[in-house]
């Protein structure tokens, strides 16, 4: 009777398991792709806290996770491409501007803007896939043999060439200077004067995103960064995150 009773246990997890998989590879569908990003077919079915919308997407695998609150925000702008729209709001991986560590950012599909919110309520789940991130080129730890992948069809300004793809991963200030050198051949970041330059010209890069980015210049103890929305600079510390372009110059 016991063994019964443990096989018959056996078939409900293995069952379960395959349940799950199969519930998750619904989800993948056939992936959309938007950019760099390739996007699940589907939402999630139901709305969950920011917490289990983070593990949820991580056991679809393979590095699906949620989208930034720039990346959800373009997610909305083609939505007729990915069918993105349900009935209420969808979270962000972008935590708020704010000391509260349980803040992060949604975007609402009733205004596309963009909203603070504490994790533990209940908004809707998209799972995306950055195909750039998970060749593992851009965090401080790779390899420089994936140099190409981020230097691209290199963009020439004057006397500066700079690398096709920013790094897409936030880092902090030394942890770019650090994947930027291992980039060799003189890359580097640039100064503010030459990230206001690669603002300007944005649209000749083959992915930026509205947000953060490092420059090399120093300000006392802080480094100057640029908002690449609106163009704003300004100085902040050193262990924030952001994002990265490489720089060289050239005869």
Avoid at 13 to 26: G, H, L, R
Avoid at 165 to 190: C, E, F, Q, T
Wanted: glycine content about 6%; proline content about 3%.
């Amino acid at each position: 009777m016991k063994k019964v009773f443990l096989s018959v246990m056996c078939l409900i997890i293995v069952q379960s398991i395959f349940a799950q998989k199969s519930e998750y590879d619904s989800i993948i569908g056939t992936p959309i792709k938007i950019g760099n990003l390739l996007v699940a077919q589907y939402n999630f079915p139901e709305k969950m806290t920011w917490e289990h919308a983070q593990a949820a997407c991580a056991k679809l695998g393979k590095g699906w996770r949620l989208p930034t609150q720039d990346e959800l925000h373009e997610l909305y702008l083609n939505q007729d491409s990915i069918g993105f729209i349900d009935n209420f709001d969808f979270w962000s991986s972008t935590e708020g501007m704010s000391t509260n560590p349980k803040i992060h950012i949604i975007v609402s599909v009733y205004s596309s803007g963009h909203a603070e919110s504490e994790d533990d309520e209940y908004y809707g789940v998209r799972a995306v896939y950055s195909e750039i991130a998970d060749k593992n080129i851009n965090v401080p730890n790779s390899e420089p043999q994936n140099a190409n992948l981020i230097l691209g069809n290199k963009v020439k300004i004057g006397n500066l060439e700079i690398a096709e793809n920013d790094l897409l991963v936030k880092m902090s200030w030394d942890d770019a200077k650090a994947a930027i050198a291992k980039l060799g051949n003189g890359w580097r970041l640039p100064n503010k004067d030459e990230l206001n330059l690669i603002y300007k010209n944005k649209v000749k890069f083959k992915n930026y995103l509205n947000n953060f980015y490092w420059s090399s210049s120093l300000q006392g103890e802080y480094v100057w960064w640029q908002y690449f929305k609106d163009g704003t600079q300004q100085y902040q510390g050193k262990n924030l995150d952001a994002f990265v372009f490489a720089i060289r110059t050239i005869k």
